[in-house]
Structure formats: structure tokens, C-alpha cells
């Protein structure tokens, strides 16, 4: 790309620009957009009403007391007062009441079109594959979820009566300058037409009180002279465009680097809170809070160069303003010296008035232009988030998973995880290959173990089953059909899956037994925490399966917390189970009860296990060695045994550390406190 096309996109980004604005509010107002609409008339009334004020005052009351210092025949000045305070009272109940309905209606469109976008965000995150979710930092997603909609949200309810309302004003205060030069300019051209075109003498009495005075120069300004000021106005509003396309450029850039600083602040914090206990172990406070303070001082500064320019800003448009007025006065004494009467001091008052208005709307806007820049940013952001496409997504003519048997096969499956891009050398990065031209087969009921080292592809099975990840190439197939053939939906709630890290969620036990399944019963999930050997401690609870957890279960043992999980699995009872590292980190008691609930679990079901517990893998129907992505072995545990390679070496050094351990003097077992109290 040129540096005159990269320059040009710059330039075309700096603009201040609502579009991105209107497509978010027309994409999700829904039914809303008539609310929008009214508040849009609204404005519009109340914009006219603000331009038809000072056509009262002090256009009417400067006139009056023209005429009558000037010795011409006015109506009462009762009767004066009367109108202009009876009309003045009236358009301003109207402007302010125009303004009020006009804050009411965006205020609930605002409300809805945030509302709007969090339920898309919230269900959207939800699609989108564990690639995204891998490469993507917590606290970033959270800021876009929450303050970047805010953000939209805040600006609809707060800023944008503001913006719209300076636009239809300036709009409406030059067409009411225009029309107020054309009603000047109408008997200005009358008069001039009789001068030049009736004779002396006709009509003796029109003539004489329509031609002025030949001393004071008739001919040096013309009829058109009136139309300099609204020409003065027009003119001006390209001034105003390039001051205010300078000052959003460097505004919005300041709140794009300000914006960018929060999510790393919040990035920052969540992942400081999520470790805290290492934090606190290794002593690293110190460390940590250097780290937030240089992004937080990162933040400080992108918001301070924001402010500065919105100073700077607001003076300009002052300095502006004031020029602008002058050369207005300038001009209207100006024509009324060369032409008298051209121009009442009336019309001018109300022309210098309406300049002046002009620039109020610019005034308030640059009062709030942190808004402005914060929701270009944000717009950006959430923009951003939306047009991503899940990577695993159902076909178009994906139907409805039937009841599953449970017969999996893998055919020739390739699959990479996406590339890790190098900060320093993006693009240069290349996929990682996991899984090369796997394929194997399990039959309905069997119990199938992949064991193998470290990073050689284990779990990357256990998730491309349920569609976690789509293979690069190959077929994943269930009961003989390729599982992209189903919905995501019918295919996953066929499926159960206890992992090494126990997912819980903030809420009862009772609501986290039941996730899997929100229609099970009582009797369900007592029997299901019967089965996953969890139904002991929980009735040693004050609540029972009342008992509230905290956030991540972090009140419960790892022991206590993987048997809930189990319990979930149970009672989602599916054809298919895999289990994943179930029982890796739990003491030798614990490990024994997770064990116990596993194969009763498994009893019935086509199962997948990657674990090294040897207890748990030796009596699987089959066991599959995993070796950079291609099977090394594959038979029972007896017959792997006896052919040698990598599964024996695997057993043999498990085997000798539990021999080693085994002969060791016995010591006081360390059991943690959480394990032996439960919920304190």
C-alpha cells in the first residue's frame, strides 16, 4: 500500500464521523427506532422554537424602542409587553418541553440499545471457538462487554440529545438567516425598482416614501448587501469543519491509547486476583504493582493529552466566535450607513444574536468531546468483537443430532492450533501441528484411554468430539455420520465431560449439580451426588445442597469440588463421557473417591479418558499411545505391555516412583485443612 493511500485511510479515520454510530443504533434498537424518531422531531421542535426567541428579544423590543425614539406612531406598550411576554412565555415551554420529551425518549433507546448489545456480546462470546478465547486477554473481553457499552449506552442517553440537537440548530439558525435577509431583501429590491423604473411624479406619494434621501448613497450598497450576513455564517461553517476535524483526530487517537490502557489495567487486576496466591508465595507484590502502575500512569497520560486538546479546543472556537460577531456588527452598521433603513437595529440584534448561537452548539459539544473521542474507541471495540465469525459454527443444512449410540471414529484427522503471532514479527508465525493423520475407532460402550506425553495431542481429541475446534482436514464421525453434519446444540447435549480443573459456579450446589440439566429433580440430583460419592460431605453442610459457593467452588476441597462435577456428569447421564485429567492434584483419599464415582460413571457409556492414573486407564477396553500426533501403540494394557515401547517406559517410570514411594518411612500424610472441614 502507498503512503498516500495509508495517509488518506488516517485522515479518513480522524474524521468525525456518526456513521459507525447510526449503523450501531439501527442494527440494535429493534423495536425502538420509532422512540428514535420522536425524540428526532422533538429536537426539531425544539430547535425552531430556540430560533423564533430572539425574533422577541430583542428583535421585537429593539425595534419598538427604535420607533419610538425616532418619533413613529407604535401600538401600546401594554399591548407590546403583552405579546412579546405572552409569546416569549409560550416557545419557551415549548423548546423546554420539546427538550425534556426529547431526553426521555433517548434515554429509554438508550437503555434498549445497551441492553441490546450485551445480550448479542454475552451470547456471541459464547460461539466464537477457544481459539479467540486462547489468544485473548480476560480483562480485555470484560472491558468491551461492560464499559465499551457503557460507553454507547451512556453517550446515546447523555451526549447524543447534544449532538443532534447543535446539528438541526446550526442547520436551522442558517436557514432562518436566509430567510430573514430574503424578507429584508424583498422591499429593499421593491423600492430600488420603483426609483429605477417610475417616473417622477406618478404615484407622487409611494415614490416619496419609498426613495430615500440621494445624499446618503442609495446606490453604494444594493438590495443583495443584506444576504453578506448569512454569507458571513455560510461561510464560516467550513472554518469550523477543518478546526474540528484537527482537534477529533488527535482527540480520538488520545482515547483510542486511553481505551487500549483500561483493558490492559483490567487484564492487569484479573490476573493478578486469579493469582493471587503465587503472588503472595513468591512475593512478587512489589513487582505486580510496578507493572499496574506503569500502565496506569500509560492511562493518566492518554486522558491528559485528551484534555489538553479539548482546551485547546474550546479555546479556538471561543476566539473564533468572537471574531466571527465583529465581523457580523462590522457588516450590519456597515450597510445600514450606506443604505438607511435597509436594516432595523431590530434585524440586526437578532442576526448578531443567531451568530452567536451558531457556536453555542460547538461550545457544548467541546465540553463533552471526551465523549466523543471515548466512544469512537469504544465503537471501534465493540465493532471489532462483533465482526468476528465463530470459527465452529453449524451448517446451513445442519439438522438435529438423532439419539446416539456412541460408535467414534477419527479418520485421517489433521488438525494445528492457530499460530501464535510474535509481537515483533507478525505474519511470520506458523501453525503448530498437533494431531497428523490420526484415526481410530470406538465401539458403543467401550472405554478407551489415550495416555502419551506432554503436548503430544491427548486433550486436543477430548476436544474436537463435542466441536470445541474443527479438524484442518479429515472427518470426525459418530454412529457413521461426520459430526459437522449435526447442531452444535443436539451434538454437545449428548455429551458429558469432567475436566482436570473443576469448573463451578457461583450459586448453590444444587444449581451447579443441575447445569447440565435444569429440568432434573430433587430425587435426580440427591441420587447423582450419591453416585459421585459427593452426597456425604454436602449433608454435612448447615444449607445441605443449599450451601452457596463462592466464586471458582473456591470454599470447597479439589477433592469436594471434582465429585460435584462428576455429580453434573451423572446427571446429564449421556451416551457419550469424556473425561479429561479427572483426578490429577487430588490427595490419595480424595483420589480414591473421585476414582470410585468414575467407574460407576462410565458404567454403560462410550468413554474417552486422557489421564495417567494407572488405576483408572489399565482396565480400559483400549489404550492409544499419542506420539507427536500419530499413534505409537494401540491394544489392552496387558498387550502394550508385553510388546514394550513408549506405553511400558510410561508405566514402568509411574510404577517405580510408586515403588519408591511405597518403601519410604512413613510419614504424617499433609491433608489440606479444606479437605478434612469442607465448608467452614
Known sequence: MSKKSSSDEKAASNRLNIRPLVAMIARFSGNSRRIFILSLIMLTLESITGVLVPLLVPGYIVNYVQKNLAGIPTGSLVQTLVFVTVGLLILTMVNSLCDSLSEIYLAQGGRKVGYNIRVFLYNHLQKLSLSFHGQSRTGDILTRVTSDVAAVEDFIIKNLSDFLGSLLGIFTLLIAMCIGALQI???????????????????????????????????AVGPAAVFI???????????MALITNYFTGRIKSASKRLRSSEGELASAAQEMLGSIRVVQVYGQGDYEQSLFSGQSQKAMNAALEAAGYQARFSWVMSVLAAVVTGVIIWSGVGIIRANP??????????????????????????????????????????????DLTPEVRDRPDAITAPPLHGRIEFRNVVFSYPAIESSKKKGDAKSRPTLNGLSFDIQPGQVVAVVGHTGAGKSTIAQLLPRLYDPNAGQVLIDGRDIREFTLESLRAQMSMVLQESILFTGSIVENIGYGRPDASGADIIEASKNANADEFISKFQDGYYTILNERGSNLSGGQRQRIAIARAFIRDTPILILDEPSTGLDAESTDLVLQALRKLMNGKTTIIISHELSLIRNADKIIVIKEGQIEQMGTHDELIRAGGLYANLYAMQ????EMLGSASPVAEVVNPQDEKGLK
Open 229 to 239: 450576513i448569512p454569507a458571513i455564517a455560510l461561510a464560516i461553517i467550513p472554518v
Open 341 to 386: 433603513g435597509s436594516i432595523s437595529a431590530g434585524a440586526l440584534a437578532v442576526f448578531i444574536v443567531w451568530a452567536d448561537q451558531m457556536f453555542k452548539p460547538t461550545k457544548k459539544l467541546i465540553a463533552q468531546w471526551n465523549a466523543f473521542g471515548k466512544l469512537y474507541a469504544s465503537l471501534e471495540s465493540i465493532g471489532g468483537l462483533i
Open 185 to 219: 431583501w424583498r422591499p429593499l429590491l421593491l423600492r430600488d425598482t420603483c426609483n429605477r423604473l417610475i417616473p417622477a411624479g406618478a404615484f407622487g406619494d409611494i415614490c416619496l416614501r419609498l426613495k430615500p434621501d440621494e445624499e446618503l448613497g442609495l446606490g
Open 655 to 658: 510404577s517405580g516412583q510408586r
